[in-house]
């Protein structure tokens, strides 16, 4: 069974920093992309930031409204993603999640966690 | 303002078919795949068509959906009140080297 699991939200202060957590199970993670996906209270989905896999030299992607602030990386080893948030604003307040992406059958997002809560305040 | 364009709701009675579109440009729907996904009230987002037009596993074939351009839309055909939910379209952006989503639709079912 496909499973993603977030971990690390909480209320942290505005400038303040959190890392959140992805960890994966019930595949094998090197031939995947996972992506972090964030929706705020009152407004739709949001893309965050991508980690590539090994074959595409572990590259990374954020959204304008990240880059600079947020970092990605991952640990093949682990079966795990990280997504340390500095500089944190109250907009990036939200519920984020992971979610796995499949390049070769285009299938961005199709196994999602269940979401862990940031609160910036 | 979200960079692909969905219409903020719509509505249909069981039984009936609805559509739901998608307007982007060159640099995002006119060159790369469109995927859809359906999101229920407290819960994660659910991938219902990938690849244009591909159904996921699992996915009843009551959802379809195309792509013509630089615009696409989702069909969902036998409403039902369990596809009650938010419907977002999503492709990869060339010029912002990103993903981007829609704005998000609400389906009610009467």
């Known amino acids: 069974e496909v499973r993603l699991v977030e971990s690390g939200g909480g209320l942290v202060q505005p400038g303040g920093s959190l890392r959140l957590s992805c960890g994966v199970s019930?595949?094998?993670?090197?031939?995947?992309?996972i992506d972090w996906v964030r929706r705020a209270p009152g407004k739709g989905l949001e893309w965050v930031a991508r980690?590539?896999?090994?074959?595409?030299?572990?590259?990374?992607a954020y959204a304008a409204s990240v880059k600079g602030r947020f970092s990605v990386s991952r640990d093949d080893s682990r079966n795990s993603v990280n997504l340390q948030m500095n500089s944190l604003k109250t907009e990036d307040s939200a519920m984020y999640y992971c979610?796995?992406?499949?390049?070769?059958?285009?299938?961005?997002?199709?196994?999602w966690g269940q979401g862990t809560l940031v609160t910036v305040s | 303002q979200s960079v692909l364009t969905q219409p903020p709701s719509a509505s249909g009675t069981p039984g009936q078919r609805v559509t739901i579109s998608c307007s982007g440009s060159?640099?995002?729907?006119?060159?790369?795949?469109v995927n859809w996904y359906q999101q229920l009230p407290g819960t994660a987002p659910k991938l219902v068509i990938y690849?244009?037009?591909m159904r996921p596993s699992g996915v009843p074939d009551r959802f379809s959906a195309s792509k013509s351009g630089t615009s696409a839309s989702l069909a969902i055909s036998g409403l039902r009140s369990e596809d009650e939910a938010e419907y977002y379209c999503?492709?990869?952006?060339?010029?912002?080297?990103?993903?981007?989503f829609g704005g998000g639709t609400k389906l009610t079912v009467l």
């Open positions: 979610a796995r992406t499949d390049r070769t059958m285009h299938k961005d997002f199709d196994f």
């Open positions: 060159s640099s995002n729907i006119g060159t790369k795949t």
């Open positions: 999503a492709a990869w952006d060339d010029s912002l080297s990103g993903m981007v």
């Open positions: 019930g595949f094998f993670f090197s031939d995947y992309y």
């Open positions: 980690s590539r896999h090994k074959a595409k030299g572990y590259s990374t």
């Open positions: 690849s244009n037009n």
